[in-house]
């Protein structure tokens, strides 16, 4: 059923409700003249007359009575079908489908699900991890984050933060190893390194040189897939490593990591929050959204701004003799 044929029915059972079509018109808030053609082009398509009109009153036809008993049950399933909808767009409960990378959800991420929860105990949020690129249609996502370049295929993104990536290790490891002053220094060192989630291979590390964003193919003596455990592997000293600022920069601040090469930091990347439409968004998806940007939008504790790259940045450190 065309829209138009279910407005000219409500218009249709409107009138015989209130007995004037210009009464039916008020209430549905249209012309007089828009409820007459309404009326008038539902009648032609049906075939039959629905009412008995003079300029003074309005009655049914026998036909109009019979139609009108057998409208009444659909339309007011419409109806509060129509109320359920829009009940559910102004109302912050129901469920709510998140979909984030695993490396930046336990940091990032879960903060904000966690207050959210809080704020809104009717909500039921159905979070899924996968650090690789979904097809958020298919998925059935209502809210979703990417981090690196935003998000294609027709959705709204908003970039929330800079992902800064440092080149970092512990002081004992720079005290054994050296610190390289030079990208090709790293050539030297043992370096950790991440898979691609999509493919597999080992990411080149990346480097701000001037005004381009350069990538060094650099093998891994340690590999995972796991940014949590390649963290911990260089926090354990086996390895030199370039390590997303948001988990690299708490690690610096307590003096447990030193940045290294901090002339080379890019900040091409981000952390995107995306999501279908900005007009047909339920309440639980708007209020979840407003929250994300109020708790992540540039927030510094997420990087490592320059004077805390050069309180950190030790005098570089020769490796240690085996003499």
């Known amino acids: 059923m065309a829209i138009n044929e279910l407005r000219a029915i409500a218009t249709f059972a409107k009138a015989a409700e209130l007995g004037?079509?210009?009464?039916?018109?008020?209430?549905?808030?249209?012309?007089p003249q828009a409820a007459s053609l309404a009326l008038g082009q539902l009648e032609s398509h049906l075939g039959v007359r629905l009412f008995h009109r003079t300029t003074r009153s309005l009655s049914l036809t026998e036909e109009g009575r019979q139609f009108l008993d057998a409208a009444q049950p659909g339309l007011a399933t419409l109806q509060r079908a129509v109320?359920?909808?829009?009940?559910?767009?102004?109302?912050?409960?129901?469920?709510?489908r998140i979909t984030a990378p695993r490396s930046m959800m336990l940091e990032v991420i879960w903060p904000v699900v966690d207050e959210f929860v809080r704020r809104y105990p009717l909500v039921e949020p159905d979070v899924q991890l996968d650090d690789r690129i979904g097809n958020w249609v298919e998925d059935r996502v209502d809210v979703g984050f990417r981090s690196g370049y935003p998000p294609e295929g027709g959705?709204?993104?908003?970039?929330?933060?800079?992902?800064?990536?440092?080149?970092?290790?512990?002081?004992?490891?720079?005290?054994?190893?050296?610190?390289?002053?030079?990208?090709?220094?790293?050539?030297?060192?043992?370096?950790?390194?991440?898979?691609?989630?999509?493919?597999g291979k080992p990411m080149p590390w990346e480097f701000q040189v001037g005004e381009d964003i350069v990538a060094h193919a650099i093998p891994p003596a340690f590999c995972t897939n796991d940014i949590e455990l390649e963290a911990r592997a260089v926090l354990g000293g086996h390895a030199i490593g370039q390590l997303v600022g948001v988990t690299a920069a708490p690690l610096v601040r307590s003096g447990q990591l030193v940045p290294v090469l901090t002339g080379f930091i890019p900040r091409h990347l981000g952390l995107y929050v995306y999501y279908g439409s900005r007009a047909a968004q339920p309440a639980r998806v708007r209020a979840f959204i407003d929250l994300a940007v109020e708790m992540l939008a540039d927030q510094p504790v997420f990087s490592l701004g320059a004077q805390e790259l050069a309180g950190a940045q030790r005098k570089p450190r020769r490796r240690q003799s085996t003499a």
């Open 83 to 96: 109320h359920g909808a829009r009940r559910g767009r102004e109302e912050i409960a129901g469920p709510l």
């Open 155 to 199: 959705v709204i993104a908003r970039r929330l933060l800079w992902l800064q990536l440092v080149v970092c290790a512990t002081p004992g490891y720079l005290a054994r190893h050296g610190t390289p002053m030079r990208i090709e220094d790293l050539a030297q060192h043992r370096c950790s390194g991440f898979r691609h989630p999509a493919t």
């Open 20 to 31: 004037s079509l210009r009464q039916a018109a008020s209430a549905q808030g249209i012309t």
